[in-house]
């Protein structure tokens, strides 16, 4: 394989990396910044794409490893491994690569690339820290009721930080947390105040998951 043509090949395969790579994240990306965007009716389009996850991120790291493999490897005209004398005769006749064909530039798709990959392990950092808790709100506590909602499309803990952002933003909202891996959210609220179905509402509006089941269970606390 010629410079020129294996140059291209390793281009070729860092381009493919670095879409597998973003193609991968889609889901968990997109409930995050369709959130912070004010456009959470798109936040579960990519939902759809959760299953096929596992076999991007191995893809990805398999592409990227044969780009690595590429450019750790000189080889010679014909394929074979260059030979030291090779490798110094070839010092003249061989371009300088261009920076989108260099090492430095694979580097830095890889590292891009597992902080794509990461992504669900640090999205709550895009979430200020919007719990009700340090808030001051003056309640009866026989008003006070828990929900707990089935949601379907949840993947991963970003799809968590947007619903509990679409939760803790609705009024009367006193508490409220998600799990993905159970599709269900729970919230403690001001019944004077929010109706399960508004929540439920807040939810299907703010992130576009679907809200399968609403279950409401009266607070310990309340006397009724």
């Given at each position: 394989?010629?410079?020129?043509?294996?140059?291209?090949?390793?281009?070729?395969?860092?381009?493919?990396?670095?879409?597998v790579?973003?193609t991968?994240?889609?889901?968990?990306?997109?409930?995050?910044?369709?959130?912070?965007?004010?456009?959470?009716?798109?936040?579960?389009?990519?939902s759809?794409?959760?299953?096929?996850?596992?076999?991007?991120?191995?893809?990805?790291?398999?592409?990227?490893?044969?780009?690595?493999?590429?450019?750790?490897?000189?080889?010679?005209?014909?394929?074979?491994?260059?030979?030291?004398?090779?490798?110094?005769?070839?010092?003249?006749?061989?371009?300088?690569?261009?920076?989108?064909?260099?090492?430095?530039?694979?580097?830095?798709?890889?590292?891009?690339?597992?902080?794509?990959?990461?992504?669900?392990?640090?999205?709550?950092?895009?979430?200020?820290?919007?719990?009700?808790?340090?808030?001051?709100?003056?309640?009866?506590?026989?008003?006070?009721?828990n929900?707990?909602?089935?949601?379907?499309?949840?993947?991963?803990?970003?799809?968590?930080?947007?619903?509990?952002?679409?939760?803790?933003?609705?009024?009367?909202?006193?508490?409220?947390?998600?799990?993905?891996?159970?599709?269900?959210?729970?919230?403690?609220?001001?019944?004077?105040?929010?109706?399960?179905?508004q929540?439920?509402?807040?939810?299907?509006?703010?992130?576009?998951?679907?809200?399968?089941?609403?279950?409401?269970?009266?607070?310990?606390?309340?006397?009724?």
């Amino acid at each position: 394989m010629s410079n020129s043509n294996q140059a291209n090949s390793s281009s070729k395969s860092i381009g493919a990396g670095l879409l597998v790579a973003i193609t991968a994240s889609l889901c968990c990306i997109t409930p995050i910044f369709a959130t912070l965007a004010g456009i959470g009716g798109i936040a579960s389009s990519f939902s759809w794409m959760e299953p096929f996850r596992p076999y991007l991120i191995g893809l990805t790291v398999l592409v990227l490893g044969f780009a690595w493999y590429q450019k750790c490897l000189p080889t010679g005209r014909h394929g074979r491994s260059r030979t030291q004398e090779e490798i110094e005769c070839a010092c003249d006749e061989d371009e300088k690569p261009s920076f989108w064909q260099s090492k430095k530039f694979l580097g830095i798709v890889t590292v891009f690339a597992v902080v794509m990959l990461a992504f669900p392990t640090y999205s709550g950092i895009f979430f200020s820290n919007n719990s009700n808790a340090d808030k001051v709100i003056v309640v009866n506590e026989n008003d006070i009721l828990n929900a707990e909602l089935s949601i379907n499309g949840m993947t991963c803990t970003g799809c968590e930080h947007s619903v509990n952002a679409a939760l803790n933003n609705s009024e009367g909202v006193l508490e409220a947390s998600s799990s993905y891996e159970n599709g269900t959210a729970s919230v403690k609220f001001d019944q004077t105040k929010v109706s399960v179905d508004q929540l439920a509402d807040a939810i299907e509006e703010g992130t576009g998951y679907k809200v399968t089941e609403k279950k409401i269970v009266q607070d310990k606390t309340s006397n009724q």
